[in-house]
Each structure stands twice: as C-alpha cells, then as structure tokens.
C-alpha cells in the first residue's frame, strides 16, 4: 500500500547537477528498501541504487558509485537521487521504486520491487 512520485528531471547540459524527489505515501516507507532504476529510451531499465530503513545502507551500481548519492527522509516520506557532472549517456526516464518490507541486503532486480512510479524524465544535452 504504497504510492510514488518522483520529480526534479528536466533538461541540463554535460556536467550540471540534478536532485531527484521521490514522494511516498503510506506508513511502511519507513521498513522499505527504496531504489531509483532508469531506463533509456529503447534500452532495458537498469538498477542505479538502493538504500535501506533506518541503517541507511546502500548499494550503488558501478556507474553511479562515484558521482550519485542516494538519500531518505523517512520524517518527510521522500528520498532523494543527488546526481552530479551528469553525461549524455545517463539520459533516460528515471524511476522511483519500494520493495513490501526490509531487505537486509539491498536487491538490484526489478523484480524484487512492489510499487512504482510513473518516472520523471533526465535528459543531458553535449
């Protein structure tokens, strides 16, 4: 029972910054694991990070270890995809997703994941 909504895309040139919002509603955000994936336009959509509860544990793929950070605000139900010196090559929808409870290992499939939102979209200009 939960609901997701991210914002914060938009148009950017080569080396700009962009933070990313995902608002949830229901009172097991707390317990979730949340992550962000992003899918390319014609490509699959691909794991980008995950962080637990109240441990703040975090497992980040390859390409987004060094320039994007994932935070929670578990007060504000929202957590947060800080992406710095942004490449054309991450252009792509961006989603925001939660699993049912806590994993004590974060999961990098998307099946693994319950709810969904509808995506915000990140394009970076050369």
């Known amino acids: 029972q939960v609901q997701l909504a991210e914002s914060g895309g938009g148009w950017v040139q080569a080396g700009d910054s962009l933070r990313l919002s995902c608002a949830a509603s229901g009172r097991t955000f707390s317990r979730s694991v949340m992550g962000w994936f992003r899918q390319p336009g014609g490509k699959e959509r691909e794991f980008v990070v995950g962080i637990s509860g109240s441990s703040g544990s975090t497992n980040y793929a390859p390409f987004a270890k060094d320039r994007f950070t994932i935070s929670r605000d578990n007060a504000k139900n929202t957590v947060y995809l800080q992406m710095n010196s942004l490449k054309p090559e991450d252009t792509a929808v961006y989603y925001c997703?939660?699993?049912?409870?806590?994993?004590?290992?974060?999961?990098?499939?998307?099946?693994?994941?319950?709810?969904w939102g509808q995506g915000t979209q990140v394009t970076v200009s050369s």
């Open positions: 997703a939660a699993t049912r409870g806590p994993w004590y290992r974060i999961p990098a499939l998307r099946s693994n994941y319950d709810y």
